[in-house]
């Protein structure tokens, strides 16, 4: 397997990257200019007011690197974009399969299923290590029951509905997984835009850079990210990464908001409240500390459940858009979703 | 005869001949994926890759040569060309490719260089008899025979070729161990993953027992 690139993140305000030789010239407002070959790097990602020469944007384009431009708080604004990847008769197949309704059903099913199936391994790894509570064990009950559902299922609403449901119940059961006794990680619930509670706000910051991972993959392989089937299409939304990422947010995102938590490696003091909005974000050191240990989760190894290979955990992404491209292509008789040991 | 839309690179004539997975996911699904062999293949080719001419001896050396042939449907690039002079103004054109590693037994390198030749003929109106693949290691020229079992292969290899660009439908994958663990598409071929719904239909209900 192709080896995990490191992501470049920028968050230094004022900085602007060029294009040197081979090399990213980084240019602050204050400091020595710093240069970073661009082997070895799959992507870069910037926060806030970061500048880039259009040169650099066409060697990136040209060279693969996916290249994004979030609001410091890590909302969505850009990316940059060359030319159309892969095979358009792969496009053409993921365009006419999401037409079809029992092919897209089965898909949905799929999808939902790995979610389910990892949200369920985090409860139940949770239960190993620190015993069951009411609302794990409740939960994991669900969850399993839903789980042995799917499977038969081929319609959409069907599997839209079992995954509201289930991400209900999860969350209801997800203070139980913060073992940290701190009403600033005090957790009743999802929101967003913008994350109203220290748990709510590394959920959706991790989101965000998992958007990024996937769609830069599926787009890698050829697919258009904006075809989605447990997604219905609209406009400006990423709706296949979407359903990608609900298998993997367990895996990714939510592990990692807790064991940052549990570990006290992000304290209350982390964390700034806006007076007006209510709106919680990570104190600038304290992102960065964040944003380092997202990129060091990626780094851990595993073994890819389907192919069997051993791997970085940051290419399963990159794996399971290989996997859904084939299958869409007719090459594999299903999609294998990655189920979390 | 085949339409100039229709052509296709005469690179995937050794990949057919190599496996026709290979080429289908290389020219069909444009895949590519780097490693050692074709990592020293790139580098042996940056100065055949320049272009150019040059003449000793009675011999002109032409490098990075057009080619395109209608009674096989493909262009490309031709390594080199080299011009043997025979008498007054009357050069014989002989092809070489390039090649890293060693001789191979299997047909691909010739049937390449064989596709070549049928080029050039059809370019020049000429016959040519033979051509050479140059290995890196050692440095060695092999002569090669444009025979007619030869030249059948290469025919019936560039339509098989087109027809499988023409359906866009991979070859299934097919695990040979002489090929397949030096491939460089190994990981995204994965010509021994097994069927997908059953594995996940086993795994969901096993673990949820």
Known sequence: MKPLQNILYITKPGAYLSKERETIRIRLEEGPDMKIPIHGISGIVCFGTVGMSPWLMGFCAERNVAVTFLTDTGRFLAKVHGPLHGNVLLRRAQYRAADIADKSGTLAAAFVAGKLYNCRQALLRCIRDHGETPALRETEKLLSDRIRKLTSIEDCDTARGMEGDAARSYFSAFPDLIRKDDPAFAFSGRNRRPPKDAVNALLSLFYTLLVHDVRSALETVGLDSAVGFLHKDRPGRPSLALDMMEELRPVFCDRLTVSLINREQVRASDFLTNPDSGAVTLEDEARKRVLAAWQKMKQETLTHPFTDEKIAKGLIPFIQARLLARHLRGDLDGYPPFLWR | MYPEADFLPVSGM???????????????????????????????????????????????????????????????????????KIEKEIWQPVPVEYKRGKPKLIEADRVQLCAQAI?????????????????????????????????????????????????????????RKDRCDRCSLFDICQPKAKSAKLWLQKRLSEDLT
């Not at chain 2, 780097?34 to 040059?54: C, M, S």
């Not at chain 2, 290691?137 to 660009?165: C, I, K």
Request: charged share 30%.
């Open chain 2, 119 to 175: 080029c050039l003929e059809e370019m020049l109106h000429t016959e040519i008899r033979e051509g050479f693949l140059f290995y890196a290691s050692p440095r060695r020229r092999e002569t090669v025979p444009f025979d007619a079992a030869l030249r059948e292969l290469t025919r019936q290899t560039a339509m098989e070729y087109h027809a499988m660009m023409e359906s866009g439908v991979l070859p299934k994958a097919r695990y």
């Open chain 2, 14 to 84: 050794q990949h057919m001949i190599y496996c026709p997975r290979q080429c289908g996911l290389i020219h069909v699904d444009r895949e590519w994926e780097e490693n050692r062999f074709t990592a020293e293949g790139r580098v042996l080719h940056e100065r055949v890759d320049k272009g150019g001419e040059q003449e000793k001896s009675g011999v002109r050396l032409c490098y990075a040569m057009p080619l395109k042939s209608l009674s096989l449907g493909l262009f490309g690039v031709a390594d080199c060309v080299e011009f043997h």
